[in-house]
């Protein structure tokens, strides 16, 4: 992707995720929007074929384009409260989710919290939690017993783009390093 995809790709993020105030634009409660409405009040010069050249190749697969080819939103990764109309659906044994370091303590007394975002984002496999981990300092990898967890009542989701949502994971399901 390059650098001024790049850009694109935040944007989209932005607006479709966090802040679509920030440009006055309309989003359903599926979180939705149109695309034409988009381009047109995007503060940078954005074309329909810019959008999908960037929704094609995002690396994530961030976004999602309606089957009328009118509207765009983000799979997941929301702090908007938005309903994805996703079915809860059972989990693998174990999922796993990559943090820093720094934040280890707090997980430990308080389990994982989802933050802004209106999910805690577990990964499928070490390799994309590590990349989730680095965004935020020294990774480190904890294991989540998703299986038992289900089996005690959480629900699970996961969305179009492969990542696992939950609501909370309380201390008692996370196995951490160095323990
Ligand atoms: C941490 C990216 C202290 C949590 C990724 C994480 C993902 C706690 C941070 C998606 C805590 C929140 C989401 C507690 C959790 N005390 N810290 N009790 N509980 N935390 O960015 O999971 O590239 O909101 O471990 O790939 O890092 O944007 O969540 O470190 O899928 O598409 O609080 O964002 O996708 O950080 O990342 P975030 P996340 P995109």
Aim: net charge negative; proline share 5%; glycine share 6%.
């Amino acid at each position: 992707m390059t650098h001024s995809d790049t850009k694109i790709s935040k944007f989209l993020s932005l607006v479709l995720r966090h802040k679509p105030e920030a440009i006055g634009l309309d989003l359903d409660e599926k979180g939705w929007g149109a695309l034409q409405e988009l381009i047109e009040k995007a503060p940078m010069r954005l074309t329909r074929d810019d959008i999908f050249r960037v929704v094609r190749e995002s690396d994530k697969q961030r976004f999602a384009i309606s089957e009328d080819g009118l509207m765009i939103r983000a799979n997941q990764g929301h702090s908007i409260e938005i309903d994805l109309g996703l079915e809860p659906v059972v989990p693998p044994d174990v999922l796993f989710h990559g943090t820093a370091t720094r934040f280890l303590d707090a997980i430990r007394d308080n389990g994982l919290i989802r933050q802004n975002r209106q999910y805690v984002h577990l990964s499928p496999d070490r390799k994309t939690a590590t990349k989730v981990g680095q965004r935020h300092g020294e990774p480190v990898i904890l294991t989540v017993q998703a299986a038992v967890m289900h089996q005690a009542g959480h629900l699970f989701f996961v969305s179009d783009n492969g990542v696992w949502l939950t609501e909370k994971v309380p201390a008692a399901f996370i196995e951490t390093p160095q323990e």
